[in-house]
């Protein structure tokens, strides 16, 4: 098997607190990987060791078949990042952010011409060049990031909650071109809170408590757990370990029924 990413009994602890408790994972090249937990639950402290930024208490790991230890700089040439909070430079302009990360990655003027203009038509930012990132709309800068994080033609791209934020419409306009992306052969690891989103992954993690709880295409785990739905299955996992239910019943909340 053809794996981008391999992670074998990873941890994270920050003195007595530990973030991430060894977990193991792998994702086959040109699959999309869904990460999927509560905030809190580890998903951002796993993806900072994976692009090279935090260092494992324990355990290893291998992105692009480099260790995120010993080969930092060759995994993040070989990776595209883009956050929620997009990572632009607002009072650069669309062309000025594409250059500015193209330069970060050693991309020749040259190629990161072509590779601009092809971005450009992507986000469909054409008559767009010369704005200011900051005057975009949350769609178009989301787009405008994607492509800063695909303008060195990474093998990985690591999408961390993308589309928060953004229209429906953007949504679905950025998960089509996530599937096009997957189809070129790019392995795609993302987390998100929308669980529609994470049906059309190939495989999902669910990570709670610093622990992954299962992994497996959202097909096998929603019959699994005889659930409707992924949300089902997030939501049954987190009562499972907390021993608590998720909503809790109107009727508790006494002082709403202090007048009646």
């Known amino acids: 098997m053809d794996y981008a990413i391999e992670v074998n009994g990873l941890t994270k602890k920050f003195d007595k607190f ?9 994702i086959e090249r040109g699959k999309i990987f869904g ?23 324990s355990g290893t790991a291998k992105v692009a078949g480099y260790d995120i230890e010993t080969d930092t700089e060759m995994v993040r040439q070989n990776i ?5 909070r997009f990572g632009l430079y607002e009072d650069l302009t669309v062309e000025e952010n ?3 990360y193209g330069g970060v990655y050693s991309v020749p003027k040259e190629i990161r011409d072509q590779r601009k203009k092809e971005l450009i038509a992507m986000a469909n930012l054409e008559g767009k ?11 178009w800068k989301q787009r405008l990031a994607l492509g800063c994080a695909l303008i060195h033609k990474p093998n990985i791209l690591v999408l961390d909650e993308p589309t928060g934020g953004v229209d429906p419409v ?19 690891l993302v987390t ?21 709880m299962d992994i497996a295409p959202p097909k096998e785990i929603i019959k699994k757990y005889g659930a409707r739905n992924l949300e089902d299955v997030f939501i049954s996992m987190v009562e499972t370990v907390t021993n608590k239910k998720v909503i809790s019943s109107y009727n508790e909340m006494k002082f709403i029924h202090q007048d009646e």
């Not at 595209?80 to 929620?84: A, E, F, L, V």
């Not at 998100?192 to 990570?207: K, L, N, P, Q, R």
Request: charged residues 15%; contains cysteine; proline residues 2%.
């Open 129 to 139: 060049e010369k704005s200011l990132a900051g005057t975009l709309s949350g769609g």
């Open 80 to 84: 595209g990042y883009m956050s929620q």
């Open 35 to 57: 990460f999927l937990g509560p905030n809190g639950s580890g998903k951002s402290t796993t993806i900072r060791m994976l692009c090279g930024v935090l260092t494992p208490t």
């Open 18 to 26: 530990t973030a991430v408790n060894n977990i193991s994972f792998s």
């Open 170 to 188: 953007s949504r679905r306009t950025f998960w089509e071109i996530i599937h096009i992306l997957s189809k070129q052969g790019i392995t795609v």
């Open 98 to 100: 594409l250059d500015f």
């Open 192 to 212: 998100t809170h929308y669980m529609d989103e994470a049906e059309s992954c190939d495989v999902v993690g669910f990570i709670f408590n610093s622990n992954l």
